[in-house]
């Protein structure tokens, strides 16, 4: 299993958006399109100040008692919060793991678990740290904390879940941040001092959640790697620190959570309002949506901005904000020569409809992915599958944040697409209309997931390919696939990112508000099985900006590591961005404190303190 760090506070990787599945029809012929959106005008702020929610001035009281029932096209399988593949499961892990502190609405940070935030400013981040230590950082937990099953939650916990993970046992993990810290101390039950060895720029969110020691540490860390304490049989005995416990699983219907009247709200000092919180599984979007109108479930959630048409007629109960999400063509860098026998990493599409091209990966070559960068329409793909509803992406930083950085756009240019293949060698020697370099025909596998609107997308853009003399085979296949985690799939899963079984992906990545989050899914050292390299991305130049982001609390020096970032994804087409998504959900009147989050946090954030509304 490879480590995805849960909605919570992900910034050491990257989630996987849940965005992915069922069947999504294109707008028709007398659907009434949104509107056009406008496009988001980035304004860095002189200063970055990222712990001034105003989230504790807007929540009501609220009542207690009752349930809400959330609906979700995708099924939630995974409850390790360090495991997590997909937004469905990030939502749940929102509900039922809590950590030091939480991401607002408002794209700032809030003390959880924690008392309050260390800084450099309150001195509970020191730079140079104590005796040698290049940071020293203290955490303050909350007094009287419990886990759900009424033990003492503890900085011993947070220390297991740092040995838990840096355990040889664990294969998979990510590692990026505890690797950092040379010594956990526990002061007392309350107080944690972490001695670094390196200045890390995620401090405040590398530590995903706390484990209960006094109930994992009885089972072997292999063991739990493959699932042991956390599978759908077991989840109900398992000691959670949020606002809402396992009660039932029922595979293939529905999750449901009870109250943990164990943990309290920051804002309240109370347990969670609602008693139960049910998650009620749907086969595809669509049935989701009409489960909605009929009253089947409170929230809907997953949705995307080519949903929209579908839901205009609910008015305020459509919430549909810019997200931390891109969609995008993901190619992979990896050669033939790069597999690695002894992981099943590297290497490229084992699809058997490609594989008569040649040894070779073609999308390795860099001429191919620039040709494929400027013979994709991007805004033919809005107008003719989105209703201009999307602001198209020259890059993977969203608008508006602080550290965004205006890059251009690689303009539609199939001539130019032409020119490049030619210059590399790449000839139509036969007169097929197919090229061909050395004997190996341009040929690549374009996977994505059963998603209609994906499936359309493809659809148009291997026609523009075969435009420019590439050949394609469009795969769409289940999530459950081409998401598998290195330890649940194989070399021959079809898709598969994690062990490099395809040439070019379309899907949508959500990644945290902080700017190292993309350490582990681009840096050269974060390849497959101990890091989310999927795309196998090679860069020297790409390595020294991530590096310079990680290594440093100065947001200036960040902001500007990020912004030479920026310029080399754009430079070297590390991705091939087509437009920034919206975080398109439905709920009802009658949810209390619904508070829609653009992080990775997502709508389960502030769980417990929604409530039934009279």
């Not at 139509?428 to 994906?454: A, F, M, P, S, Y």
């Not at 696939?481 to 994690?498: G, K």
């Not at 990020?562 to 961005?577: C, G, K, L, W």
């Not at 709508?603 to 929604?610: G, L, M």
Request: include cysteine.
């Amino acid at each position: 299993m490879r480590k995805r760090l849960f909605g919570l506070l992900a910034t050491t990787a990257i989630v996987f958006a849940a965005c992915q599945g069922a069947a999504t029809p294109s707008p028709t012929t007398g659907a009434t399109p949104p509107p056009a959106t406008p496009e988001i005008t980035p304004t860095p702020p002189d200063e970055v100040e990222l712990f001034n929610s105003e989230y504790a001035s807007k929540v009501e009281a609220g009542t207690d008692g009752g349930t809400l029932i959330i609906g979700d096209w995708q099924e939630a399988t995974q409850f390790n919060p360090f495991y997590l593949g997909q937004v469905t499961e990030a939502n749940v892990a929102s509900a039922v793991w809590a950590s030091l502190i939480v991401a607002a609405h408002d794209y700032k940070y809030l003390p959880d678990l924690a008392a309050d935030i260390p800084t450099t400013d309150n001195g509970g981040v020191k730079v140079p740290g104590d005796g040698g230590d290049a940071m020293t950082i203290t955490w303050k937990l909350r007094d009287g904390l419990k886990w759900s099953d009424g033990a003492p939650l503890t900085c011993d916990d947070f220390k297991y879940a740092w040995e838990w993970v840096l355990d040889p046992e664990n294969v998979g993990v990510i590692t990026q941040g505890y690797e950092d810290i040379t010594a956990y101390d526990c002061a007392s039950p309350t107080e944690i001092v972490q001695h670094w060895k390196t200045i890390y720029s995620s401090y405040l969110t590398f530590q995903v959640a706390p484990l209960p020691r006094h109930f994992l540490s009885k089972i072997a860390v292999a063991d739990q790697v493959a699932g042991a304490g956390m599978r759908p049989d077991e989840i109900v005995s398992l000691p959670v620190s949020g606002a809402f416990k396992f009660q039932s699983v029922t595979p293939g219907q529905d999750l449901r959570l009870e109250r943990n009247t164990n943990y309290t709200s920051t804002i309240s000092g109370k347990a969670a309002h609602l008693d139960t919180l049910i998650f009620k599984w749907y086969t595809d979007a669509d049935a989701m949506i009409a489960g909605y109108r009929g009253n089947e479930v409170d929230f809907a959630t997953d949705l995307q901005d080519s949903d929209l048409v579908k839901v205009t007629d609910l008015g305020d109960q459509v919430s549909a904000i810019p997200a931390l999400l891109y969609e995008f063509w993901r190619p992979n860098w990896s050669a033939l020569g790069d597999f690695d026998a002894a992981t099943n990493v590297g290497g490229c599409s084992q699809n058997s409809a490609v594989t008569d091209r040649g040894a070779l990966c073609p999308v390795a070559d860099p001429a191919v992915r620039q040709a494929v960068s400027t013979a994709i329409d991007k805004a033919a793909i809005n107008e003719r599958l989105l209703g201009n509803s999307v602001q198209l992406a020259n890059t993977n930083i969203l608008p508006g944040l602080w550290y965004f950085s205006d890059q251009p756009a690689a303009a539609y240019d199939p001539e130019k697409s032409k020119a490049t293949l030619e210059a590399a060698g790449w000839v139509d020697g036969d007169g097929d209309g197919v090229r061909e370099k050395d004997g190996i025909r341009l040929k690549i596998e374009l996977c994505t997931t059963n998603r209609q609107v994906r499936i359309d997308t493809l659809t148009l853009g291997a026609a523009w390919l075969r435009d420019v003399g590439i050949e394609t085979v469009v795969n769409a296949v289940s999530p459950a696939d081409i998401f598998a985690d290195y330890n649940e799939s194989t070399r021959e899963t079809p898709c598969v990112l994690a062990h490099s079984n395809f040439d070019i992906a379309e899907h949508a990545f959500s990644s945290s508000f902080d700017p190292n989050s993309g350490f582990s899914t681009y840096h050269s050292s974060q390849l497959n099985p101990n890091g989310g390299n999927d795309a196998s991305v090679k860069s020297t130049d790409l390595d020294t900006a991530l590096e310079a982001v990680r290594d440093n609390v100065d947001f200036t020096v960040i902001r500007d590591a990020m912004e030479t970032f920026q310029v080399i994804y754009v430079r070297d087409i590390i991705e091939i961005p087509l437009y920034y998504r919206k975080n398109v959900e439905l709920h009802a009147p009658k949810i209390g404190n619904f508070f829609a989050n653009p992080t990775q946090a997502g709508p389960t954030w502030n769980a417990v303190d929604w409530f039934v509304k009279g």
